[in-house]
């Protein structure tokens, strides 16, 4: 069994910043992939921003200059930094990772945190 628990989240003003981060805990042989992911109300799901076991990074065009993806594996843990935060912002972003199994021969189904809501508002 294994789990993502995010933390960080709150409410900002227009231009501020939050630093969102992701731990994983269980039983697993690595982690590939991390990410993060939002859901605005009224709407569908959308990346926000990707990160490979060996760092490499994908961003979501709307965050890219804003945010910054990281994640420190040997503490199983992924960040998002969000800089000059914007209303359109405001979303519950969820933590997502594609885990290895324990046995390490196979890659298990994508799992998601629970969310933590990010409120940009004035």
């Known amino acids: 069994q294994v789990q993502l628990v995010e933390s960080g989240g709150g409410l900002v003003q227009p231009g501020g910043s939050l630093r969102l981060s992701c731990a994983a805990s269980?039983?697993?042989?690595?982690?590939?992939?991390m990410g993060w992911y939002r859901q605005a109300p009224g709407k569908q799901r959308e990346l926000v921003a990707t990160i490979t076991h060996g760092g490499s990074t994908n961003y979501a065009d709307s965050v890219k200059g804003r945010f910054t993806i990281s994640r420190d594996n040997a503490k199983n843990t992924v960040y998002l930094q969000m800089n000059s935060l914007k209303p359109e912002d405001t979303a519950v972003y969820y933590c997502n990772a594609r885990f290895v199994h324990s046995s390490g021969t196979f890659v298990l189904a994508p799992y998601w945190g629970q969310g933590t809501q990010v409120t940009v508002s004035s």
């Open positions: 269980g039983s697993f042989f690595s982690i590939n992939a």
